[in-house]
């Protein structure tokens, strides 16, 4: 069976240092991969995704960035964080059809506090 | 363009009793929604889709969404609420194609849910 994970759950980091998220798909072979961001009060926004190894395409301008080293393994970076980034992160994955079953995963997400 | 509108950010029932949670979307073609559920500190989980069939779309659970193309609404609901059902709820509506058969997806703002014992 296809599981992510995603590390860590929670971060507090102060402004201006460096960030690095991970995510990684185990069961399947050439996922789709995303990042999304919740911040508070808003909705789920895309931040990049991901068709495969080295192909990244961001849907926000801002400072994070996102690679794709393995075809499996989906980072999430930062080189100086501002306040604004602070939010409830979250990797997904998912098989060519978005919506064959079982549609997109989710990791367990990554709640970042910038101070 | 695609978005979505949940209307409200905190709903609250007594065990036992009905689940409305609200969802309007607007899309510029024949649309695909989902509603997925987030229990606090776990991953959000697929609850229901609804692809063009059946317009009444049975999800796990026990919860059910309705597609209704007049109201362009897409609201969820449960005849009884269970303290497990105490999660945030989100409205989702497929979005534009991302490459490689694979489609965005545009997120409603999420409804907290509370189940009153």
């Known amino acids: 069976s296809q599981t992510i994970h995603q590390w860590p759950a929670t971060l507090v980091q102060p402004v201006g240092s460096p960030l690095s998220l991970e995510c990684t798909v185990e069961g399947t072979s050439n996922p789709n991969l995303y990042w999304y961001r919740q911040a508070a009060g808003r909705g789920l926004q895309l931040l990049f995704y991901s068709v495969g190894i080295g192909q990244i395409s961001s849907e926000v301008p801002q400072n994070l960035s996102a690679s794709r080293p393995q075809d499996r393994q989906f980072i999430l970076s930062s080189k100086k964080l501002l306040l604004s980034d602070s939010g409830f992160y979250l990797c997904?994955?998912?098989?060519?059809?978005?919506?064959?079953?079982?549609?997109?995963?989710f990791g367990s997400g990554t709640r970042l506090t910038v101070v | 363009a695609q978005s979505v509108t949940q209307l409200d950010s905190h709903v609250s029932v007594s065990e036992g009793t009905p689940v409305l949670l609200r969802c309007n979307y607007s899309s510029s073609y024949s649309p695909s929604l989902f509603w997925y559920v987030q229990h606090p500190n776990k991953g959000l989980q697929l609850l229901l889709k609804y692809t063009s069939a059946a317009t009444l779309v049975k999800g796990i659970n026990g919860f059910e969404a309705e597609f209704k193309k007049s109201e362009t609404s897409f609201h969820l609901t449960k005849p009884s609420a269970h303290m497990s059902d105490a999660a945030e709820y989100f409205c989702?509506?497929?979005?534009?194609?991302?490459?490689?058969?694979?489609?965005?997806?545009?997120f409603g703002k999420g409804t907290k849910l509370s189940v009153i014992p």
């Open positions: 997904a994955w998912s098989r060519g059809e978005g919506f064959s079953l079982p549609g997109y995963t």
């Open positions: 989702v509506v497929r979005g534009s194609y991302s490459g490689a058969g694979s489609y965005q997806l545009t």
